[in-house]
């Protein structure tokens, strides 16, 4: 990585599979018969509240008893290390990158340890179920929802984002269908902004044709060995 000083790592569920966290594309990745196409959106939560609240009070449950693993260690080291400009853009809403000691990171689709009141618009964290209906600290009303990023929404950071990629050497997108975008198409934005792109997935993503580079293998081994 010698001409290399700046780096943007994109992340997807791929990298906390192997924490037990599930993917959303995978084998069975539906949730009581719902695509999360069908469960991660506005109109669904207007439609029906309780079963979103549901899911993500679960998920939210889920994550909170899962732990970091090799690659989340991994990137945590390289951020630590790197001397040069660094930020990994996560569309997990986990929160595995940072208790393995990441700083530079940006949850492009929100995080469950937040909720939102879409009464007062302010952001508080909140790791209770949402579906008791719990006032919001700051105005009290019973209008929190997840903090999370749903189709048809804009995905948060993407000025950041952006500025990260234009200055870019090398895009690295580790354990990502590349079946929802913006993301999906950053690598071809980090392409013509003149960025080396290097795919890390357990198989080929959708975008995989779109890399100058693809290593292919579970992020625990090939993360690590790229880190290395
Ligand atoms: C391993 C592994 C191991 C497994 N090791 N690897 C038509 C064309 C283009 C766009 C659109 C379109 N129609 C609609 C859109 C826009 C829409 C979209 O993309 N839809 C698609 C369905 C086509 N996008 C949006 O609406 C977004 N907003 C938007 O576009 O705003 C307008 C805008 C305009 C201009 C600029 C910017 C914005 C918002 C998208 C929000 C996505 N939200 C979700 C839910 C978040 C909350 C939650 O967690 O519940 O985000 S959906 C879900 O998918 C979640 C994920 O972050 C996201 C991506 O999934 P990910 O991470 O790739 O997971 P999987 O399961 O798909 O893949 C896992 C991969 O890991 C696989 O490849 C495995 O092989 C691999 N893997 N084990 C390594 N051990």
């Known amino acids: 990585m010698d001409a290399i000083r700046n780096i943007v790592i994109l992340t997807g569920a791929g990298v906390s599979a192997e924490s037990g966290i599930d993917t959303f594309r995978s084998e069975g990745g539906l949730w009581e018969q719902h695509r999360v196409e069908d469960v991660a959106t506005p109109e669904a939560f207007a439609r029906d509240p ?6 993500y009070d679960m998920r939210r449950a889920a994550i909170q008893t899962k732990e970091p693993n090799a690659a989340h260690r991994a990137l945590a080291r ?6 040069g400009e660094l930020l990994i853009v996560t569309q997990n809403v986990d929160d595995l990158h940072e208790r393995a000691g ?3 990171v940006l949850h492009m689709h929100g995080e469950h340890l937040n909720a939102w009141c879409t009464e007062c618009d302010v952001r508080s964290r909140w790791i209770g179920p949402l579906i008791e209906r719990p006032p919001c600290p700051r105005c009290g009303a019973r ?7 749903w189709f048809g929404e804009m995905p948060y950071g993407m000025e950041d984002i952006f500025a990260a990629l234009r200055k870019a050497d090398l895009f690295v997108s580790i354990g990502t269908s590349g079946a929802v975008y913006p993301a999906a198409g950053f690598v071809r934005n980090a392409r013509d902004l003149g960025a080396a792109t290097l795919e890390l997935n357990l198989e080929p ?14 992020a625990t081994r090939i993360v690590p060995e790229w880190v290395e």
């Not at 309780?50 to 899911?55: A, C, M, N, S, T």
């Open 205 to 218: 993503s959708q975008g995989t044709a779109w890399f100058d580079e693809a290593r292919h293998g579970p």
């Open 50 to 55: 309780e079963l979103v609240l549901r899911f």
């Open 78 to 83: 390289l951020d630590a290390e790197w001397a």
């Open 102 to 104: 990441a700083r530079r």
């Open 143 to 149: 209008a929190l929802r997840p903090d999370v990023v």
